[in-house]
């Protein structure tokens, strides 16, 4: 099983340089496309091409913002660090999800308005490369670590899913029981001649209320949806294609069940997959 991804990921990474920390940050988004934006000072505008590229070449889809600074440790910059940690207990338990340094997240947070500046030093550019090396994988391993609490959020739906399908499944005898009982007493009550119009719409009636073709390809969608969920890899718009089949013979049901019960399940089918189509739009 290839692992799964999560288009939503972050990665930090730092070297201090004398008095100086030069950082460089990465968030990804969810995004049909790949759409790459390099937020840095001006001097090295002439790197934003092999950036993009580089960052092409690790990132298939989504939203990817690379962000690159230099900070002086005496500036005006390092008493609003410290408000942002004094102020924000969460962001030491982010940077410990992250396996990053808390003082390194608070400048990952403050330098979104800093980014334009000068920097006060010229970094290296072979050091600064392995710095956007280093941070291009951190992102990856949140994306991968997302897409697997993502997985596991999957499969929980999916089993809900079944639940509803195995309980309109059962149900589907009593409900055809049902409707039959109510069509004979309709023809009972109907005059001699005219039973064999009667019977003829009794007949249409039944087909029309039929379900159990949708109810084998609803099963079949849900077992193929399972079996893609399981090999992993880029596996975002096929199984999105696959719950929009499942959404239709879902529907189905519930339109020609004519039958509370089995409407109601189909209700609490469609929300679970509902729930399962916001997850979707976030995995690789």
Request: a negative charge.
């Given at each position: 099983?290839?692992?799964?991804?999560?288009?939503?990921?972050?990665?930090?990474?730092?070297?201090?340089?004398?008095?100086?920390?030069?950082?460089?940050?990465?968030?990804?988004?969810?995004?049909?496309?790949?759409?790459?934006?390099?937020?840095?000072?001006?001097?090295?505008?002439?790197?934003?091409?092999?950036?993009?590229?580089?960052?092409?070449?690790?990132?298939?889809?989504?939203?990817?913002?690379?962000?690159?600074?230099?900070?002086h440790l005496g500036?005006?910059?390092?008493?609003?660090?410290?408000?942002?940690?004094?102020?924000?207990?969460?962001?030491?338990?982010?940077?410990?999800?992250?396996?990053?340094?808390?003082?390194?997240?608070?400048?990952?947070?403050?330098?979104?308005?800093?980014?334009?500046?000068?920097?006060?030093?010229?970094?290296?550019?072979?050091?600064?490369?392995?710095?956007?090396?280093?941070?291009?994988?951190?992102?990856?391993?949140?994306?991968?670590?997302?897409?697997?609490?993502?997985?596991?959020?999957?499969?929980?739906?999916?089993?809900?899913?079944?639940?509803?399908?195995?309980?309109?499944?059962?149900?589907?005898?009593?409900?055809?029981?049902?409707?039959?009982?109510?069509?004979?007493?309709?023809?009972?009550?109907?005059?001699?001649?005219?039973?064999?119009?009667?019977?003829q719409e009794a007949?249409?009636?039944?087909?029309?209320?039929?379900?159990?073709?949708?109810?084998?390809?609803?099963?079949?969608?849900?077992?193929?949806?399972?079996?893609?969920?399981?090999?992993?890899?880029?596996?975002?718009?096929?199984?999105?294609?696959?719950?929009?089949?499942?959404?239709?013979?879902?529907?189905?049901?519930?339109?020609?069940?004519?039958?509370?019960?089995?409407?109601?399940?189909?209700?609490?089918?469609?929300?679970?997959?509902?729930?399962?189509?916001?997850?979707?739009?976030?995995?690789?």
């Open positions: 099983m290839s692992p799964i991804h999560s288009m939503t990921g972050y990665g930090v990474a730092e070297r201090r340089i004398e008095n100086h920390v030069l950082a460089v940050a990465i968030q990804t988004l969810n995004s049909r496309n790949i759409d790459i934006k390099i937020e840095a000072p001006t001097i090295l505008s002439n790197r934003k091409l092999g950036w993009s590229r580089l960052l092409a070449e690790h990132f298939t889809r989504g939203r990817i913002v690379l962000t690159i600074t230099t900070v500036s005006s910059w390092e008493p609003l660090r410290q408000e942002i940690i004094k102020n924000h207990d969460f962001i030491a338990t982010m940077a410990q999800e992250l396996s990053v340094n808390t003082d390194t997240l608070a400048l990952a947070i403050t330098m979104t308005t800093q980014h334009g500046s000068q920097p006060t030093i010229s970094p290296d550019l072979a050091t600064l490369d392995g710095i956007i090396e280093e941070t291009i994988q951190k992102a990856l391993q949140t994306r991968q670590q997302e897409g697997e609490r993502l997985a596991t959020q999957l499969k929980k739906y999916l089993s809900d899913f079944g639940l509803h399908l195995e309980a309109m499944k059962k149900r589907e005898p009593f409900r055809r029981e049902e409707h039959q009982e109510r069509l004979e007493q309709k023809i009972k009550a109907r005059l001699p001649q005219e039973l064999d119009r009667t019977t007949f249409i009636h039944m087909e029309k209320i039929d379900i159990e073709e949708e109810l084998v390809r609803l099963e079949a969608h849900m077992d193929y949806f399972t079996k893609i969920l399981a090999e992993g890899g880029t596996i975002g718009k096929k199984l999105l294609f696959t719950l929009q089949e499942m959404a239709r013979e879902t529907n189905t049901i519930g339109a020609k069940a004519q039958d509370a019960i089995t409407q109601h399940l189909a209700v609490e089918g469609k929300n679970t997959l509902e729930q399962i189509r916001e997850q979707l739009h976030n995995i690789l």
